[in-house]
C-alpha cells in the first residue's frame, strides 16, 4: 500500500485498486489508530482515530481532495506535501 503523505506521526496511504472498494478513499494510521476517510464528503467510513488528528487529516485532505481522488481513479500514486 503505497504510503501518500506522513506528518505529526499520521501516516496516509492508499490501496491499490484491484484490492479495494469504492468509494475512493484513504488509509490513516496514528499510533495504534487506524480508520479510512471517504474522500468525497471527508467523513470516517471505518474505523476511529482521535478528534484533533481527524481535524488534521481533514484539513489536508480538503486542500489535496481533487489530487487525492485523481490519483485514486489513475493509480498514479506519488508523495504530498504534509500539512504543515
Known amino acids: 500500500m503505497p504510503e501518500i503523505a506522513r ?3 499520521i501516516i496516509i496511504r492508499m490501496y491499490l485498486i484491484d484490492s ?3 468509494p475512493p478513499h484513504i488509509h490513516i494510521k496514528y ?3 487506524e480508520a479510512v476517510m ?3 464528503n471527508l ?3 471505518e474505523g ?3 478528534k484533533k488528528c481527524r481535524q488534521m487529516v481533514r484539513e489536508w485532505t480538503e486542500v489535496h ?3 487525492l481522488i485523481e ?3 489513475t493509480q498514479n500514486f506519488h508523495s504530498i506535501a504534509p500539512l504543515e
Open 48 to 50: 476511529s482515530i482521535p
Open 31 to 33: 499510533g495504534e489508530y
Open 38 to 40: 471517504e474522500l468525497r
Open 43 to 45: 467523513n470516517i467510513i
Open 20 to 22: 479495494e472498494h469504492p
Open 7 to 9: 506528518f505529526y506521526g
Open 65 to 67: 481532495q481533487q489530487e
Open 71 to 73: 490519483m485514486w481513479e
